[in-house]
């Protein structure tokens, strides 16, 4: 483990990697492109939701996936959802993500199908009030919302985390991000009001984990919910008001770090 760097050095380091990787210029090899396919609200949501969830494995396998899903609703995944019929489905029966399958994508559409023919938007599901310290009801309240629904597969669980079972929410706090983080740089769409910056959770896997305790920022050993609000409580420090926009960094110094170590 590297030595603790000064406060000041490390916000430093931190600001670099933000300033690097907060640009266009990363969108197209990440799965933020997909919901950049786009630019009516409702399609951002689908395509980000999507995205997200598949968002584990190799990059461009993830991407691959979100294209073929994206193609399979014709390039118009709000139009898609709101008016499929059972027999449109048909489309996704080869459908294969490492774990997530057609059951689970079938699931999915159902939800979202329902949820838009009454609502404009996902986010009144994730909203939480002004004084809330974090998104943790808002999680909790669309994970039950999403499983409300008469005969919800119980594998697709696995697909759609809750803080409520400990876990990080790796994917669906990044799926935030994108919808709530706002600045010029273009990567994050800004498009949710109802949620601060500041409430946000940094998405937590074992990279940005194990970039965090090598940088001093995390000491909890398990990476699970208490310890991305750990990691976030942290980040804190240095951006009260958006601490999340530092999960460029721990991304940017962990993909640096298995450079080099490909390279040695």
């Known amino acids: 483990m590297r030595k603790a760097l000064p406060a000041s050095e490390l916000k430093a380091l931190l600001d670099e990697q933000v300033a690097r990787f907060n640009a266009r210029s990363f969108i197209a090899l990440d799965?933020?492109?997909?919901?950049?396919?786009?630019?009516?609200?409702?399609?951002?949501?689908?395509?980000?939701?999507?995205?997200?969830?598949?968002a584990w494995g190799n990059r461009a396998s993830i991407l691959k996936?979100?294209?073929?899903?994206?193609?399979?609703?014709?390039?118009a995944p709000g139009d898609f959802v709101v008016n499929h019929t059972t027999r449109d489905l048909t489309r996704?029966?080869?459908?294969?993500?490492r774990t997530f399958q057609s059951v689970d994508l079938r699931y999915f559409l159902k939800f979202l199908q329902s949820h838009y023919r009454q609502h404009g938007s996902l986010?009144?599901?994730f909203a939480v009030p002004e004084d809330a310290p974090h998104v943790h009801d808002g999680l909790v309240r669309f994970h039950d919302a999403f499983f409300s629904l008469p005969r919800a597969p119980q594998r697709t669980r696995k697909h759609v985390a809750t803080p409520m079972r400990g876990s990080a929410c790796k994917r669906l706090n990044m799926f935030l991000r994108w919808m709530v983080r706002r600045d010029d740089k273009g990567v994050d769409f800004g498009?949710?009001?109802?949620?601060?910056?500041?409430?946000?959770?940094?998405?937590?896997?074992?990279?940005?984990?194990?970039?965090?305790?090598?940088?001093?920022?995390?000491?909890?050993?398990?990476?699970?919910?208490?310890a991305a609000v750990e990691l976030t409580n942290q980040l804190k420090l240095f951006s009260a008001e958006d601490p999340v926009q530092y999960d460029f960094a721990l991304f940017g110094l962990g993909v640096t770090g298995r450079q080099k170590a490909s390279d040695s």
Not at 45 to 53: K, M, N, R
Not at 92 to 97: K, L, P, R
């Open 65 to 75: 996936s979100a294209e073929r899903l994206m193609t399979a609703m014709d390039d």
């Open 191 to 226: 498009i949710w009001q109802s949620i601060r910056p500041a409430q946000l959770i940094c998405p937590l896997d074992v990279h940005v984990a194990n970039v965090a305790r090598e940088l001093r920022l995390l000491r909890r050993k398990q990476n699970d919910w208490e």
């Open 92 to 97: 996704f029966n080869q459908f294969v993500h």
């Open 31 to 54: 799965p933020v492109s997909v919901p950049h396919r786009y630019s009516q609200r409702r399609d951002i949501e689908i395509a980000g939701l999507f995205a997200a969830t598949i």
């Open 123 to 125: 986010e009144p599901l």
